[in-house]
Nanobody
Framework: QLQACGGGLVQPGGSLRLSCAAS????????MGWYRQPPGKQRELVAN???????NYADSVKGRFTISRDNPKNTVYLQMNSLKPEDTAVYYC?????????WGKGTQVTVSS
């Protein structure tokens, strides 16, 4: 089970921090990440982070977003800075382990003045 929180309404240029805690049968070596689905568009990868800390970012968020994780807490974070209206989307937490994807319910992020 994945429980995400931290979404909300923010003005352009502002910041938000998302967090997602995983519970249940968590296997070491997993990959955790964040995806988003803008209105009327497909879900897309925002960033992911391997168990050892290696990260991967979508080009659109490089330099603005930072993903991190706390393995003992099975938690992944997404620090979002310099937010733009085009970052508006439902953000989904993802856990990939043993070849399977697990998804959280999603949290709304709206960037608007």
């Amino acid at each position: 089970q994945l429980q995400a929180c931290g979404g909300g309404l923010v003005q352009p240029g502002g910041s938000l921090r998302l967090s997602c805690a995983a519970s249940g049968s968590i296997i070491g070596g997993n990959v955790m990440g964040w995806y988003r689905q803008p209105p009327g568009k497909q879900r897309e990868l925002v960033a992911n982070i391997l168990w050892g800390g290696s990260t991967n970012y979508a080009d659109s968020v490089k330099g603005r977003f930072t993903i991190s994780r706390d393995n003992p807490k099975n938690t992944v974070y997404l620090q979002m800075n310099s937010l733009k209206p085009e970052d508006t989307a439902v953000y989904y937490c993802n856990l990939r382990q043993s070849g399977m994807d697990h998804w959280g319910k999603g949290t709304q992020v709206t960037v608007s003045s």
